[in-house]
């Protein structure tokens, strides 16, 4: 299987407009300015593919998934897996329609009830389609997925977690691979289903505590504790400079990137 992390960014990602409005002087590392100059940096929006023979699922369409698809280069997608509602990992959704118009075909797309509830009523002209459609709209196949799912040749398990107060987050097992990009914990039986992996990639937001994300250390005990043979953080805010802060990982553990690609079982 393929992972390619096609953003690795918080709502707010890096470089911040905050920063640039205040000169780039308030940033927490200076990575903001430095991301201006060196791409490498630079983080969108969190969202991921991930491919195996037969198949290319999109996780969650952020709101730079327009840039992303061009810049890594995405040629098709099958389905896609929501973790949650919030803006950033949604609102790219529209321009799901060029693959659709593609492929012939509608689009399949899953996540947790209240997630699918949210989607509903935020793209209504895209589930409940007008007659006069203009410049086109995507056409997709919505799904409710909360238990293991047969997903072309392969078997998705929902992974839920709590996120804050919001309902129905859940990450993704697939294989030995589990994406978990925003979270704070993390239950007992969701623990379960992580176990035995042979990668995980894990939302460390900053250092810093914070009340519905992970910080470093936050994600690095969970890390011990679930034992995947390599871990990548996602979901980075730009107080945590890889450069830097490197030295605070322990062997198989790393700072993920955009455009990050993993190969696994």
Known sequence: MRITL??????????TIDCMING??????????????DRSLRRTRTSALLEWPGASVLIDTSQDFYQQVFEWRVQRIDAVLYTHAHADHIYGLPDIRSYCRQQGDAIDVYGSQETMDVLRKAFDYVFQPPEFVGGGIPVLAPHTLDTPLPLLGSTVIPIPVEH?????????????????????????ASLELLQDLDLLVLNCLRLRWH???????????????LAPRRCVLTHIAHD????????????????????????AE
């Open 164 to 188: 804050g107060a919001l309902n129905g987050c859940q990450g993704y097992r697939v294989g030995q691979v589990a994406y978990i990009p925003d979270v704070k914990r993390i239950p007992p």
């Open 6 to 15: 096609l953003g690795t960014g918080t709502s707010h990602g890096v470089p």
């Open 211 to 225: 009340a519905s994300h992970l910080s470093l250390e936050e994600s690095l005990a969970y890390v011990e504790d």
């Open 240 to 263: 945590i400079d890889p450069e830097v802060h490197r030295h605070l990982l322990p062997e198989g553990v790393v700072f993920g990137y955009d455009g990050m690609v993993l190969e």
């Open 24 to 37: 780039f002087g308030g940033c927490p590392t200076g990575v903001c300015r430095r991301a201006l100059a």
